[in-house]
């Protein structure tokens, strides 16, 4: 397998590609796609197997399983970190280390219905907060200690319709290569 063959497997729709123009129409689209996405992502995975779970999506890469255990964790802190840039001026988040907690034994065990669950709530809470903010909310944002950058609220949403659709993209892929769909 060559580099190129691996990037492809590691991003399949590509890196977030963030446009220089926010306009109403870009948020509009990233929140529909937050909203529709826990049903697709559960229709996606309702019917695997216990074995297909377990199967990576790529070489040395995450399993189904621990993909949609770590939708779950990524989201939750995503909703996290929009509540506090709403109610502090510029917080410091805090960072986890999502590698390891894919090898958690949560994530590398537990049933997926669990994640499939709380990724609905937790869209279900997301959509309804980011349809009510403002041009003034869009633009507050919060700082990531690990790369002391400033994330604009406006660039997480884009970035977690995009993270959505990347792992969405990870799991479709291996289930037609692998015929399961």
């Given at each position: 397998m060559t580099?190129?063959?691996?990037q492809n497997?590691k991003y399949?729709?590509?890196?977030?590609?963030?446009?220089?123009?926010?306009?109403?129409?870009h948020?509009e689209n990233?929140i529909?796609?937050l909203e529709q996405?826990?049903i697709?992502?559960?229709a996606?995975?309702?019917?695997?197997?216990k074995?297909?779970l377990?199967t990576?999506y790529r070489?040395?890469?995450?399993?189904?399983r621990?993909?949609v255990?770590?939708?779950?964790?990524?989201?939750?802190?995503?909703y996290?970190?929009?509540?506090w840039?709403l109610?502090?001026?510029?917080?410091?988040i805090?960072a986890?280390?999502?590698k390891l907690w894919?090898?958690?034994?949560?994530?590398?065990?537990?049933?997926?219905q669990?994640?499939?669950?709380h990724?609905?709530?937790?869209h279900y809470k997301?959509?309804n907060?980011l349809?009510?903010?403002?041009?003034?909310d869009?633009?507050?944002?919060?700082?990531?200690?690990?790369?002391?950058?400033?994330?604009?609220?406006?660039?997480n949403?884009?970035n977690?319709a995009w993270?959505s659709?990347?792992?969405y993209a990870h799991?479709?892929n291996?289930m037609?290569?692998k015929?399961?769909?």
């Open positions: 580099k190129q063959d691996l497997l399949p729709i590509g890196q977030f590609d963030y446009p220089n123009n926010i306009s109403h129409k948020i990233w529909k796609t996405f826990p697709r992502f559960e996606l995975v309702k019917h695997l197997s074995n297909q377990d990576p070489p040395g890469g995450w399993t189904i621990q993909v255990h770590h939708v779950a964790d990524s989201h939750h802190h995503s996290t970190r929009f509540k840039a109610t502090e001026d510029k917080p410091i805090k986890y280390d999502e894919a090898e958690l034994n949560d994530s590398k065990s537990d049933p997926i669990m994640s499939i669950e990724i609905k709530a937790i997301l959509v907060l349809k009510s903010l403002s041009e003034k869009l633009k507050k944002s919060f700082i990531h200690p690990e790369t002391n950058t400033e994330v604009l609220l406006s660039y949403i884009g977690y993270h659709n990347h792992h799991i479709e291996i037609k290569h015929g399961w769909l």
